[in-house]
């Protein structure tokens, strides 16, 4: 799943790097939002999807789970995550894939409540599962490497 993220970050110039390096350190971001619901949302899949140092990524990036290209695109991913989303209404607290193994998507994304959340999550046979067959994965990487 890093391929994702390393192949989005290759897609920018050196320039466009230094671009997003200075405006990050004086604490700005590309569309004014950074501290809207919405963006801190976007910024959080693409950690649980595309950062295998995130300490959940094993549930997340790890199991397969991905973002549609669509919410990727590097130029306009927030404004297409807001249009095919919406603003979060008020109450809700998160996105919610509605099926819990399938990806983050328009078809498949919905905001929700915790209640929501709550019911709407892998068993806990589904978990163990799931992090045996990561750790199985992990470790034939390793041996073809």
Same mark, same amino acid.
């Given at each position: 799943?890093?391929?994702?993220?390393?192949?989005?970050? #290759?897609? %920018?110039?050196?320039?466009?790097?230094?671009?997003?390096?200075?405006?990050?350190?004086? *604490? !700005?971001? %590309?569309?004014? +939002?950074? !501290?809207?619901?919405?963006? $801190?949302?976007?910024?959080?899949?693409?950690? $649980? =999807?595309?950062?295998?140092?995130? #300490?959940?990524? $094993?549930?997340?990036?790890?199991?397969?789970?991905?973002? =549609?290209?669509?919410?990727?695109?590097?130029?306009?991913?927030?404004?297409?995550? +807001?249009?095919?989303? *919406?603003? =979060?209404? #008020?109450?809700?607290?998160?996105? &919610?894939?509605?099926? +819990?193994?399938? &990806?983050?998507?328009?078809?498949? =994304?919905?905001?929700?409540?915790?209640? /929501?959340?709550?019911?709407?999550? $892998?068993? !806990?046979?589904?978990?163990? @599962?799931?992090? @045996?067959?990561?750790?199985?994965?992990?470790?034939? @990487?390793? /041996?073809?490497?």
């Amino acid at each position: 799943m890093t391929d994702n993220y390393n192949d989005w970050m #290759k897609s %920018f110039t050196i320039g466009q790097k230094a671009t997003m390096i200075n405006r990050i350190n004086e *604490g !700005k971001t %590309f569309h004014g +939002v950074s !501290k809207t619901k919405e963006y $801190r949302t976007l910024i959080a899949m693409k950690t $649980r =999807c595309y950062n295998p140092n995130f #300490k959940k990524y $094993r549930d997340y990036g790890g199991r397969g789970i991905k973002i =549609c290209d669509r919410w990727l695109d590097k130029l306009h991913g927030y404004e297409n995550f +807001v249009s095919d989303m *919406g603003r =979060c209404p #008020k109450g809700m607290n998160s996105i &919610d894939r509605i099926n +819990v193994n399938g &990806d983050y998507e328009p078809g498949n =994304c919905r905001w929700a409540d915790h209640y /929501d959340q709550n019911e709407n999550k $892998r068993t !806990k046979e589904q978990i163990i @599962a799931d992090r @045996a067959k990561y750790e199985i994965d992990k470790e034939i @990487a390793i /041996d073809n490497s």
